[in-house]
């Protein structure tokens, strides 16, 4: 991507080598040697928050301001020009012809992606529903790099709600990219969902280990945990690890402990959420007594409710503070990278820890659709033409390019037809060998029956009825 | 008026010759070659917003900061020391104290000139109502400028609600100022009101033609038209012009077709709302394929709801979001021009292409009320005297000073009675002779019998009484 | 207090040497005979409005702005982050790491002290409740000083809400301090709290006077009035004055009088409501003939309902929009002062026109608790030790430490029980000889017997059972 019209959607569109460029910028910005007043001078930032977020807002305002450059602000729009039923494509469209860089929260998943392909600027995705909240993944790796030195190998625990915390999600890849050790302790009935392992298992090439399989002694020595996720094989030196070095390794302690909020406003408020809240962790002085966590920083995103008990606010290993007043630095010296304003070196070579998976995409005006009710592709299809990555094959699943969300899509056919008859307009099930047989670039696929048919397709003796559910 | 201090309320504040200073100053500010971010330095703009309108409110605080000033917000003011029951007379000299430019919008109709007359700064009407947003005129005549080289002789087909779109109206007065043909397109039910069209036949001097009166078969090649207003009959050339050199012109196509969205929020939800959107114009590529069409621009004020086809989006005839963009350039000129930031040579003589009418004015303190429900003298009535402007006087016709909607007054006197006794307080028809024989200066107008009752009067033999209706 | 980190939470937390230090400074800002944008040029303002007040806000923004410091604004949050649980002194903790300095407004008494605590940067505030508007307060006496040369002597009349109006209290403390004579009007139902004339009585040392007590021949000359507050009796010559010069003085004429409007929004929407209403005080032409009121400047903290004519907006007396304007100036002032950005040189001693009362402090983690309802340490327990200067021993009287309301606790104990028998856990009445034998450092006080007996404590023959009510 060049420099200069960069956004950043997700934390994948940053390599490692850029994030780490980014947080010796933010060294150096947070260091007060130097006046960065002219170094955006005349630049203009809008801040569009469909969803309330005065943290998260003002940290990127005041991050603009901190580089001598203006902010525009729309919070809280619901009552304005959208509620006359215009497009985010088209709001995209003129906000970014007033100004040089557009930060965006909205709670349709994939919004941030649609917005950067309309604006003309560089976007920066400040949180779309359930899907990515990168500057926050930013703000803690750069916390973990500047307390512990670097990322590799720290031993990092995940607490709490790992099921809907956006931000935990995010983090986690970037934790595996980076080479960190992660520990689950969800709080029951908030597991981190099986597309996130999947996704972990499958690109970032770890193990995942259910923690019960381990020496029954360590177990007892550990905080009670649900899995770990030993990151990368090769050629980190961890590799060589059997799982009883592992135990050894743990039982040294975990290096940071990252805590989350159960996220009420994307539960119902029902008798569940009373229940969920009821079980939820509370770190305490008391928890963090035990020697595992002697060293272990404690993290969390914020705003706390119960989850953090105050009496931890004195205690040296609390980070969360320090996590949000790093925001400032760490936002400077991104913005600064996506207007070009500050060249930073990078070889360009992809530095990632683990390899990063090249996807076949698929991509048509018709057939297969992303059926997450929240993702943008549902709310403005008539400004998008669904994509996906076809991240298996076995069974087929896509991942939707826009809020990345999986989906298992039932039937396949080809485009071949085009050159043949209406008697050859069939579709298959997604399982059969066609999938084998059709060339990627003829490959059709269908959600269900009614889509196929809807496009004048009739079934093969290779396609299954769908099962009336 | 004197710059430094001179608002803009209506466009008809600006002359001609001032809003072609305007455009050269946008031509020049968009080009980029020069830094303008020294001329507003230390100034601070204000922007009112008592409705919502994220699109225009961030066009102007972006063209403040591109010229080096800052803005104070106010959005969305309802919950706000407003609500304690104070004025916005008070408010705009309060605020007008703190800053040196006020841009507002407001739903009562007139709004911005009352705050133009407290503020002591020079004020810009960003939407009062359905009356006025003249800088939204600005861009649409600064497009047209910059696409078509000129605007004069220019035919411009106007779509969509004409009833309601307050922006069509101020394009209208302004397109009829600047010597270009105008086509009307009404959607059903939504026609241009019959006081814009008197307007424009009494002071613009242009005919208005039923387009059934026009040549059956030029008709059946043009697109449906409802009528079409030629606007000036000198010194331009189109003067010359008969009825059938019309429809010569007129099938070489038009230059620009301008098309408006349907205006909900000033309907009710209800089933007319339904029936009028079912029947609203959608231009898309096949209404475009029209060779009238060929060379036609398409504007629209954005935000689009269904009227405007995505498919146009990628049309190089599409001007709606440049337009938008322009906004920025346009708005900076003129903040620039009134806040005197930038020295703007005009002749000062009247430059309309059409002679600029000069009415006689009625202010009392008592008498004849403006009757709009949504005027700013029915809300803020302890800070206005009523003033209108006599424009007609066979009916007598008042037009309001500051929502201009046009009222027809039933009843006058005269205030010579002063020196006589009671017995000479008598009011007469509005139609009667009394209406020569009366000064000027010694007119009452009255809009209702009880007015007048009110005020001491008792009807004379050339009073008829009211119809109850 | 070290310059640099110094708050405003309440108007004593400025020294007189101070204020008119900032008067001075406000003064030269607005000669404009100087650019000042280079003063607070890079600096951060946050205001954080937690209930909605314009005027307020835009009056900081814009003293910021013209110092050349920029803003982030967060206005009306109920529906952000802090609708998510999250309590403010955590909000002020991030917002601290992100500005230089925050304004706060907020419907919790006591909320700003609570702010200033956490942020770690300057916070002014910006009404927290009916508690305190300090910066309303400066530009009161601003306007005083500006008008009238000096503050001492004046004669100033407070007329309508004294209850409910946060402004009035603040004012009444600040002109005492100065040595102004403050004459109350309230309007029915009205009147000043009895704690703000007990602490005028007891801080300020003045007398308080009911007008019926004076001579009857003065009482009809002037308006009629409920008590007179004679400031100071020394070093000031007005010390030496009888009732009878008093009323001489009186007669010569009040210097200002200051309106307020009813804090609608303080009270209920009832019936009684619009019973207090019927009886509010207007001052218009009328009132302002009377000759006592020849050179009263008229001053109001706007916004004004209908307690103030508009034909009063034309008088040179009428002050009420210069209040406003000056606001602008003293709060540039006062910010260059609080971020240190302007050196103000103070001889440092106490030049309190009365002498200034140092309490001594109560502060237990358990105990009392201020029964404030709206008080910031009800809300936000969690965060706070409660704390109360003692302001009398007969009876027991304590100040909340945030919400200045004062109470009056039944019962008190001693802490030497610590190195007796839990027999010696004993509580006692608090007017009982007790109070006067424990020794200040091991005085514990209770505000209610079950208070006393959760902590263990049993009732000594000292302690008569509360009576139930």
Known sequence: MSIGNKSLITIDDLSNEEIEAIFSLADEMSSGGEDYLSLCRGKIMATLFFEPSTRTRMSFEAAMQRLGGSVI???DINSTSLSKGESIADMARVVGSYTDIIVIRHPWEGAAKLVAEYAGVPVINAGDGSHEHPTQTLCDLYTLKKEKGA?????????????????????????????????????????????????????????????EDLNQVTQKKLFPLDAIYITPHSPHQLAMMTDISIQIELKKGVDAIYVTRLQ?????????????K??????????????EFKR??????????????RELDTDPRSMYFKQAALGVPVRMALIA???????????????????RMVYPTYKRGFGVKCP??????????????????????????????????ETYPKYIASSEWHDGTLESKRYHNANSHWLQKIKPENLIIFGSESDAQAQGFKPSKYATPEEKG
């Open 73 to 75: 602000s729309a919070v």
């Open 151 to 211: 990322i590799r190998g720290l031993k990092i625990a995940l607490l709490g709600d790992l099921k809907y915390g956006r931000t935990v999600h995010s983090l986690t890849y970037a934790l595996a990219r980076f080479g960190a050790i992660i520990l689950f302790r969800h709080s029951p009935g908030l597991e981190m969902p099986k597309h996130v392992l999947r996704r972990l298992s499958m690109e970032c090439e770890g193990m995942l280990k259910r923690y």
């Open 264 to 276: 009420k406003e994307r539960l119902g408020l029902t008798a569940e959420e009373q229940e969920l």
């Open 278 to 291: 009821k079980d939820y962790p509370a770190v305490d002085k008391k928890f963090l007594k035990e020697k």
């Open 296 to 309: 272990a920083l404690v993290m969390h995103p914020l705003p706390r409710i119960d989850e953090l008990a």
């Open 337 to 355: 990278f996506l207007l070009g304003a500050k060249k930073v070196e990078t070889s360009g070579k992809d530095d990632y820890f683990v390899p």
């Open 372 to 405: 997450n009710p929240k993702c943008v592709t549902v709310h403005e299809a008539q400004f998008i033409v669904p994509e996906f990555k076809i991240v298996n094959r076995q069974p087929l699943t896509l991942r939707c390019a826009y809020c990345e969300q």
